[in-house]
């Protein structure tokens, strides 16, 4: 079984810069989650699907970042201006529907330094 | 609100070593707690869970019991290996949306 794609690896970029990061979930998990994990600290949410629809966006920093899960498959987040502070791992999930006990499968993350 | 207190590394062992990381936690109503692991160059990896108290979660040698009385879920292996080399997360959900909270990390190395 394929698991969670993301790209692209690494970034590099100027703040005040656009970008965006691409992630598709393993096949038939209706559960998509993107997670910050800055260096030295634990993943923190910034969002979760359910399907095509968000559940919790509360520590998504609507002011520059957006994300969108298109027919509750693949999704991508971005992050436009971005800031000095932004540089970070970006880590995909996905779960099952159902998954109430933490059956999260990661994906290799995308790192992202912002110059 | 609800968190995740994770002892702090690095933490460098020989072979055979005993490995104790501890983890406590703070949280409304009755959490699942996990141990996750990232390998260097990898993804995070569910290594082992505990969905309810006095509950152990054991994988790969790796144990941990959840305790309510305490707060705690201490991850636990008698005798690590050079492979064991990696970050370990320690993480609760809330069971309430699924909401997700982790640790901030113990690096583990194991020399030979």
């Known amino acids: 079984e394929a698991g969670v794609a993301q790209s692209p690896r690494y970034k590099i970029i100027e703040k005040r810069q656009s970008v965006a990061f691409w992630c598709n979930p393993i096949s038939g998990h209706a559960t998509l989650y993107w997670y910050q994990q800055i260096l030295g600290q634990g993943p923190k949410l910034l969002i979760q699907f359910q399907n095509n629809g968000v559940v919790d966006d509360s520590q998504l920093p609507k002011d520059r970042f957006s994300a969108e899960r298109l027919k509750g498959v693949d999704s991508t987040l971005k992050i436009q201006p971005a800031k000095l502070e932004d540089s970070a791992v970006y880590l995909c999930a996905s779960s099952p529907a159902g998954s109430a006990w933490g059956e999260q499968f990661f994906g290799p993350g995308t790192r992202l330094t912002v110059l | 609100g609800d968190s995740v207190t994770q002892m702090e590394g690095p933490v460098t062992l020989s072979e055979e070593a005993f490995l104790t990381i501890n983890c406590t936690y703070t949280a409304t109503g009755y959490p699942s707690l996990f141990w996750y692991v990232q390998y260097p160059g990898e993804g995070l990896q569910l290594l082992l869970k505990?969905?309810?108290?006095?509950d152990k979660g054991s994988n790969k040698g790796f144990e941990a019991t959840y305790r309510k009385e305490t707060t705690s879920f201490h991850l636990e292996k008698g005798s690590v290996q050079v492979s064991d080399s990696a970050v370990y997360f320690c993480?609760?959900?809330?069971?309430?949306?699924?909401?997700?909270?982790f640790g901030t990390g113990t690096s583990l190395t194991v020399i030979p």
């Open positions: 505990a969905t309810k108290a006095d």
């Open positions: 993480a609760l959900n809330t069971n309430t949306g699924n909401q997700f909270y």
